[in-house]
């Protein structure tokens, strides 16, 4: 089974091209700039961004939006053999939700303490205690495209504080 890491650099950076341009839509929508998207290969099967603000739901991350919506599209909750492409390091929910959908591997962007950085509320733990003695845990890549990613959320955090529109 050909996983992200074994993609090209290249190959990588277009997938979270993807997951970007989806944080822009939900940005442009008034929520935060976290978008996802879910590939299985190099097929992207379901794409999407955070909606917790324009839905009510505090639920409604870009990670688990891509998951319903890629179950729905391939008829199945098991997701074996997909990548997660996030902007934003997955939270401890999104975290378990990739886990449960049996994702083998998350790639993110910007890390949850670039987040926090900007909110002052996201609720984290090391990776290595979220998924302690779990043989079956996720390949965790971090770091692609983070300039991108990071440069969005201090975007959003400004207009948050009305220093920019």
């Known amino acids: 089974m050909k996983v992200a890491a ?14 970007l341009t989806m944080a822009e839509r939900g ?5 935060p700039p976290v978008g996802a998207c879910l590939v299985r290969g ?6 999407g961004h955070n909606a917790v603000i324009s839905d009510l739901d505090v639920t409604a991350h870009a990670e688990v939006a891509v998951i319903r919506s890629a179950c729905r599209e391939l008829r199945t909750l098991d ?3 997909c990548a997660l492409f996030v902007t934003v390091e997955p939270c ?11 994702i083998n591997e998350i790639c993110y962007g910007a890390s949850l303490e670039d987040m926090q950085a900007v ?3 996201e609720l984290s733990a090391p990776v290595s205690q979220v998924f302690a003695d779990q043989p079956d845990a996720p390949r965790i890549t971090g770091g692609i495209l983070d300039a991108d990613c990071r440069a969005l959320l201090e975007t959003w955090g400004m207009r948050q504080s009305g220093r920019v529109r």
């Not at 940005?27 to 929520?31: E, L, R, S, V, W």
């Not at 401890?92 to 049996?102: E, F, I, R």
Request: charged share 10%; with cysteine; proline share 2%.
């Open 6 to 19: 074994d993609l090209a650099p290249a190959v990588r950076e277009q997938f979270m091209r993807v997951a």
């Open 27 to 31: 940005m442009a929508a008034g929520g």
């Open 42 to 47: 190099t097929e992207v099967v379901a794409s």
């Open 79 to 81: 997701l074996a053999g």
């Open 92 to 102: 401890l929910m999104c975290l378990a939700a990739s886990y449960y959908a049996g």
């Open 119 to 121: 909110t002052g509320a």
